[in-house]
């Protein structure tokens, strides 16, 4: 897993697991955590919601960006 800041494990691990962790050489960078997921299982989706609201309450999380959708796509322009 690597040498990651406690804080982190103790957000995740009730709901996931982490896999690895790269932390930036310069100070002040921003945090990006990828959470991968099994798509189309309820408990997975909790589990996922569980993590960004940890993140979110505990050390500000403001931006999260998803991928998935459903049903069509206004394309134009």
Known sequence: MGDGP???SALVLPYGSIREI?????????????IQDAHEIA??????AAIIRNLQEERG????GLEGAEGAFALEP
Not at 22 to 34: D, E, F, N, Q, T
Not at 43 to 48: D, F, I, V
Not at 61 to 64: E, F, N, R, S, T
């Open 61 to 64: 999380l403001a931006l999260v």
């Open 43 to 48: 408990e997975a989706q909790k589990n996922t």
């Open 22 to 34: 790269h932390l930036s050489k310069r100070p002040g960078a921003p945090l990006i955590v990828h």
């Open 6 to 8: 406690a804080w982190l």
